[in-house]
């Protein structure tokens, strides 16, 4: 399955984004979806994950209450939705999928699947 994120741009501090992760093969609702992101020099870090029903989601503890993971099967589409944005949120961010998935959402090792990733600056 190919991945694609986008919605990433240059915000003030406190302001919104969302993002989008489609696919354009295979059907999404099969898959696990994961959000993570990587600032410069630094390793890539997750943010959220979201099984395939969408009923169950799962969050980094230090962005929890900031940011919504969701997902609309029907259109293919995962969005994470970012609010009160901080400048320490700027990063590349990849969204990343998978049919099986154990407790490790968290961990990059568990995606075989990976979009190509969205800048989000974010000025103070």
């Known amino acids: 399955v190919q991945l694609q994120a986008f919605g990433g741009g240059f915000v003030q501090a406190g302001g919104s984004l969302r993002l989008s992760c489609t696919t354009s093969?295979?059907?999404?609702?099969?898959?696990?979806v994961g959000w993570f992101r990587q600032a410069p020099g630094e390793e890539r870090e997750s943010v959220a994950a979201?099984?395939?029903?969408?009923?169950?989601?799962y969050y980094t503890d230090s962005i929890k209450a900031l940011f919504t993971i969701s997902r609309d099967n029907a259109k293919n589409t995962v969005y994470l939705q970012m609010n009160d944005l901080k400048p320490e949120d700027t990063a590349a961010y990849y969204c990343?999928?998978?049919?099986?998935?154990?407790?490790?959402?968290?961990?990059?090792?568990?995606?075989?699947?990976w979009g190509q990733g969205t800048e989000v600056t974010v000025s103070s």
């Open positions: 990343a999928a998978d049919r099986v998935m154990g407790s490790s959402w968290y961990e990059t090792k568990s995606y075989g699947y």
């Open positions: 979201i099984w395939r029903s969408g009923l169950s989601t």
């Open positions: 093969g295979g059907s999404f609702g099969n898959y696990v």
